[in-house]
């Protein structure tokens, strides 16, 4: 009985990945007449727990190297860790731009799932040799979490979610 409760947990999940699974571009075409900002950079940031010196924080402090020594991932000691910044306000974000670590143990981001206040915008397939993730969003926001799934730690050299300030919910210039 217990088997089959938890088969049918698998399948619902595993259904509800594949009705919101986006695919990411590595390039994405972004709309270039618009000026987004990083709306993440310097902001409050936080991870399931810390490898370290490798806080949350790293991951939202304007460096993407990809590399241990730079001194710049973020890092969970658990297994599938999660991370996520919480934006200063609700925003209107355009998209998100993920970077993950190029030294070694790229699969460690594979299949993480990123969200915006808790709808899944997609999963980051994690494609060897390749350091940015695109994700459209086109959406209203605050909260950006990343969860890890490939039963490794969660490391990441930098997460950008660009929107654009003049669109900020609850202002009038449009």
């Given at each position: 009985k217990a088997e089959k409760k938890k088969e049918a947990r698998e399948k619902e999940r595993k259904a509800k990945e594949k009705s919101a699974e986006v695919k990411f571009t590595v390039d994405a075409e972004i709309d270039s007449s618009q000026e987004y900002t990083n709306l993440a950079l310097k902001q409050q940031a936080e991870q399931k727990d810390t490898v370290s010196t490798r806080t949350a924080s790293k991951a939202v402090d304007g460096n993407r190297d990809g590399n241990w020594s730079g001194k710049s991932l973020s890092s969970t000691r658990s297994k599938n860790g999660w991370w996520k910044v919480t934006l200063?306000?609700?925003y209107y974000i355009s998209y998100i731009?993920?970077?993950?670590?190029?030294?070694?143990?790229q699969e460690r981001l594979k299949n993480a799932q990123l969200s915006l206040?808790?709808?899944?915008?997609?999963t980051i397939p994690q494609v060897s040799?390749?350091?940015?993730?695109?994700f459209?969003?086109?959406?209203?926001?605050?909260?950006?979490?990343?969860?890890g799934v490939s039963g490794?730690?969660?490391?990441?050299?930098?997460v950008e979610v660009y929107g654009s300030v003049s669109k900020i919910i609850g202002e009038q210039t449009f």
């Open positions: 200063s306000k609700v731009d993920v970077y993950n670590r190029m030294d070694k143990s206040d808790g709808t899944l915008i997609g040799g390749v350091q940015k993730y695109t459209p969003v086109d959406k209203d926001g605050q909260v950006v979490q990343i969860k490794q730690k969660l490391q990441l050299a930098e």
